[in-house]
């Protein structure tokens, strides 16, 4: 027997019956009225979809796994694929007559039709049905490649249809029509916050997580300072950083880089005397000399990040958003996959020690190199807009605010999300540095490595499948956030979401929210790939 | 090769304090009552010559893993010398920097742990390989000299595995290996068997005496093992309390343990394998023979007790036995070994047995004849006998014959006299 499949036939079976399928919204803000699987007017071919929802209820009594495993993935994609369909069919009926379905005083302009609870249950049972039918092939040990095609028929056959507009009465597209192009900047900005915020908060918190695997005493200080910072709620932090970046951003940018040239003397002249005196030192003194140090060296160094990192991300919002350098983002899309294929295929196609090896290594590498520079070519092409350093008429009167430094926007949005990316980041780095084998580590040793040489060699690789997961954590849960740096005016698919909540309009909440949600989806995926790709077999069966 | 003097660790913060301490003769537990600090190894001094393998055996906590690692300081001794023979002289390991170090442990040291210590992300090939790419060597020859180790060790066709997919005799296999392919004239080998079945750690033992039959390296081996130690080891020195409290041949440790410490190891260990004929052979000019003058330099001499036997000799050398005034065939042991075991009649032959063979020899030799032994040196003088009595008092008890030591004991005397 098999009880998944009976779980998702009760499911869609309890939701067909139970709940609404549909709702007819006289606009886009009233609320509407509601219809049952039942109340579809018309032929009876909406009841198909009460069989097909009580059909895994009787399959799953089945004994032979195997026929079971096929009829229930059948079910199941067809449940998912008619979950969709037959609804929509019903809704264009209704909307041909609106006026019939509505109470007499509705204001009837532009009617929509809501998707309601009975698809959402449909959908889940369909998938839990699926997913059951799946486990029994993989019991029988069905082919990979049939079990992959098995569970991915019925979303692509989906997004298919999607593509065919075979949804198109559904709100949530009427919506996506209306919005398309802002939903292609928020998307775009979006993934922005997440790459840079990532980026950085990557170089910060693996250093400070190799900082923290190097020296036992100072470990419990830096990991509880970046758990402190996770507890912040991030609206607060955002209050936080108001204030001192609104006065930042009110500095001449002479004055700041100024301080920044001053600021970054101390520190080299802290790190210097650290340098120099700390052997002589007694324990307690080198602690505070080195924290010291560090601060001398973080303050500069994090304004600084700080300031390009909100220029560079105007740039390139400029750049990738605004639709007036086409001809360069094409080159740059161009170049990136070149540069992709070249190295997947050196990777896999190539044998090791072959001739094409180093071609294709050498046309990966110049093809990186183009990739970068084109960017470059984006950015100062970019620079030009009035978007970026809009009436700034000489070098004095520049202030940083010119530059995207501000108490709202973008610069307190992609701080606070760095600052959330560390604890990942830094915990895992130093985890999975810390749990290197210390044989292995002392075998480096005693066979005359350089201190550089066991870090990459040895304690990396190691260490990198944790580290990875670290970045994975750090990037869904960025996804997750950024939509919150709507609230301080620094866009992104947050944008849809407060409108939907300010509207009280679900449609547009879900255009922010389904974005998000693959995006993150999508982006865990791809890290899974990386760093699977990256890892090498020997640490992945050291790891099982 | 190496000649280690006067190392002292201490671990915890001011290391310095517990010199004076250890100065005064201070024992382990003291100075760590009274600064805080532990001794890891209280000044020890050995050398281990070329080719030779040098067993340092002790439980653990007795810093027999620490001292190891200050020899190539992987842990940084706190006083004392490591000379090391190298190829370009004797260097004082313990004062070299950072970059000679590392060239020290690159060219002339490598290194075995007890938990293998392979890189899991790299081939087995890639593995053995490793300390020749940190070398810098071309990737052929690296290449090369890593499958001829991997064919020493038994392991020719496993280049292209993981190590995860390798049981752990295999992983020490590769270890040792890598070890063996950095062409270091030292190996430092840390308890390399001890994480293995006892069955494979045997093997893994032959494999290792093997190998060091054909390669000649210089092995620095420690153990807590002290079968393992008597098997392998050239000498033995065990430590106790970071000291070293006794160092010579197995046999010299497992005659004549000279502490408590020691003895309680020897008394569990099996001396078989160790003690020589040489030492449990009761001398014939002892009292529990008579003495018969046949003249002419010829002696006959008859074992009170087994009064149809008799020995005679010329010129203190071995002539021949008579039993019941017949002369009984003589023949070497080690031929004898080399036969099968005779199912009949087995006293046929009075077996010669040289002054290293071990008691574990001589008691194969009582299979092919239960006649006593004679025990003669390299120019046929007559050492002395093993009876199954000799046989039975150096089993059980691990020390030599008693009349051995007394007839020792009078010889001295009379040389002092002399």
Redesign the interface.
Known sequence: MNRIAMLGGLIAGLGFFFLPTLALKPNRLAPGTSFNLFEFQGDDRYLVLFVLALLPILLSFRHDVESRGWLLVGTGSLLFVLTLVLPAGAGRLLLETPEAFLDGGAFIRNPRILPAGAIATGLLGAYVTLFAGVRDLAKVEVQTWLQALATWLAPIVTLLLLLNGTFDVYSIMVEFYANGAALEQKFVEHLMFVFISLGVGFVVGVGLGLWASRDERLAPIILYAVGIIQTIPSLALFGVLLVPLARLGDQSFLATAGFFGIALVVAVALAGSYALLADREP?RVRIVHLIATAIGAAVPLALFVGVLVSFVFRLANVGFTSGAYGDTTGTILVLLLAALATWGVGRWFVPDESRWRRGLKVANWSLSAATAVAVVVLFVQASGSNRVLGGVESLSALTIRDLGVSGIGVAPALIALTLYSLLPLVRNTYAGLNNV?L??I?????????PS?RFF??EL??AFPVIMAGVRNAGVALVGIGTVATVIGAGGLGDFVIQGIVNTSIDQILLGAIPAIALALVLDAVLRGVEGLLT????R??QQ | MIRVENLVKVFGEEPERALALMEQGRTKAEIREETGLTVGVNDVSFHVDRGEIFVIMGLSGSGKSTLLRCVNRLIEPLSGSVFLQTDEGEVDVTELDDERLRAVRRDSLSMVFQRFGLLPHRTVLDNVAFGQEIRRTNRRERRRLAEEMLGAVGLAGWEREIPAQLSGGMQQRVGLARALATQANVLLMDEPFSALDPLIKVNMQDELLRIQSELHRTILFITHDLDEALRLGNRIAIMDDGQIVQSGTPEEIIVNPKTEYVADFVEHADPTGVMTAKTVALPVQTRRFDAEDLGGGRQRYVRRGTEHLAYVLEDERFEALERDGQRVPTRPLAEALEDEAPTGSRDDAVLVAGPDATLKEVLQGRIHSHLPQVVVDGGGRLLGVISERELIHGILYKTANPDVEAAVASQAAQEATA
């Open positions: 324990g084998d044989a292995i002392d075998s480096g040793r005693g066979m005359g490595m350089t040489q060699q040895i690789p190691l090498s077999p020997g640490i069966q050291v």
